[in-house]
């Protein structure tokens, strides 16, 4: 996979840039999964702390499915 450029947003939670997609991915579950940030009552959806709000448009929560689609927008 060729390296993308990280968004200052997204780069608060997966680390500066540039680097795959897949490796963004798997670094954004490391930080999901460290802070606990998963809802207990339904383990596909993602509840947003600070930092992750900024990457998720100011959402507090989303899927799962959504997150892969707002991310994308913070890589290029």
């Known amino acids: 996979m060729k390296p993308m450029k990280v968004s200052p947003e997204l780069a608060l939670v997966v ?3 540039p680097m795959p997609r897949s490796e963004v991915v798997s670094k954004l579950w490391v930080y999901i ?3 606990n940030l998963q ?5 596909r959806n993602i509840i ?8 998720f448009g100011g959402k507090k929560e989303v899927t799962m499915f959504e997150m892969t689609k707002l991310v994308s927008a913070h890589l290029s």
């Open 15 to 17: 680390g500066a840039g």
């Open 33 to 35: 999964k460290g802070k």
């Open 39 to 43: 809802n207990p009552s339904n383990k």
């Open 48 to 55: 947003a702390d600070e930092a992750l709000k900024a990457v």
